[in-house]
Nanobody
Framework: QVQLVESGGGLVQAGGSLRLSCAAS????????MGWYRQPPGKQRELVAT?????NYAESVKGRFTISRDNARNTVYLQMNSLKPEDTAVYYC???????????????WGQGTQVTVSS
């Protein structure tokens, strides 16, 4: 069983910073990609940033957010600077990984962490 546990969400004023963390644990053979998605109130889940063979960012966060990974700890981080009210959302950690060497890649999600940016 694989678990993704997120931390670091909260309430911050516009212009402030937050750092999200997500640690993957359990049966993990290899991790292909880790990343962050978010779901603003009343909207669909959207990509924020992913880190695999390359790093990808949503246009709306480029230059403000930075994704990084600690592969030894199976952990991904999201440093969020210059936060805006429109960044308010539930942020979800995502990992695409092989639980064992004989299994294909599977997609896993964390439980989500709330980020609220006040104006």
């Amino acid at each position: 069983q694989v678990q993704l546990v997120e931390s670091g969400g909260g309430l911050v004023q516009a212009g402030g910073s937050l750092r999200l963390s997500c640690a993957a644990s359990g049966s993990i053979f290899s991790i292909n990609t880790m990343g962050w998605y978010r779901q603003p109130p009343g909207k669909q889940r959207e990509l924020v940033a992913t880190s695999g063979g390359s790093t990808n960012y949503a246009e709306s966060v480029k230059g403000r957010f930075t994704i990084s990974r600690d592969n030894a700890r199976n952990t991904v981080y999201l440093q969020m600077n210059s936060l805006k009210p429109e960044d308010t959302a539930v942020y979800y950690c995502n990992a695409v990984l092989q639980p064992t060497g004989s299994m294909p890649l599977y997609n896993y999600w964390g439980q989500g962490t709330q980020v609220t940016v006040s104006s």
